[in-house]
């Protein structure tokens, strides 16, 4: 098993900034993609917002483009993601996900965090 743990959310002015983090740990050969999502609305689907690879590249949704940036230490299994010029429609609830490669795993595993609540004043 392997376990998410997010921080990092908060309650902040427009324009302001946020750094969410996320550690993986548990039963971890190797952890792959990992990603932050979020939801806005409870039932909703989830949107992806920013994924890294295991090598390190970036991809992100065109809303959070040169705001957003999502890093990640290998060593540590952690990612960050670093958000600047926040919107009200930043709002939500960002969950942590990854793909992982379990010790004697026959293939990947994805895990999901709990979530942390960001909230964005106008």
């Known amino acids: 098993q392997v376990q998410l743990v997010e921080s990092g959310g908060g309650l902040v002015q427009a324009g302001g900034s946020l750094t969410l983090s996320c550690a993986a740990s548990?039963?971890?050969?190797?952890?792959?993609?990992m990603a932050w999502y979020r939801q806005k609305t409870p039932g909703k689907l989830r949107e992806l917002v920013a994924a890294i690879s295991g090598g390190g590249s970036p991809s992100y949704a065109d809303s959070v483009k040169g705001r957003f940036t999502i890093s990640r230490d290998n060593a540590k299994n952690t990612a960050l993601l670093h958000m600047s010029t926040l919107k009200p429609e930043d709002t939500a609830a960002y969950y942590c996900?990854?793909?992982?490669?379990?010790?004697?795993?026959?293939?990947?595993?994805?895990?999901w965090g709990q979530g942390t609540q960001v909230t964005v004043s106008s």
């Open positions: 996900f990854a793909n992982v490669w379990e010790f004697s795993g026959e293939s990947t595993s994805t895990y």
């Open positions: 548990g039963n971890i050969f190797r952890v792959n993609t």
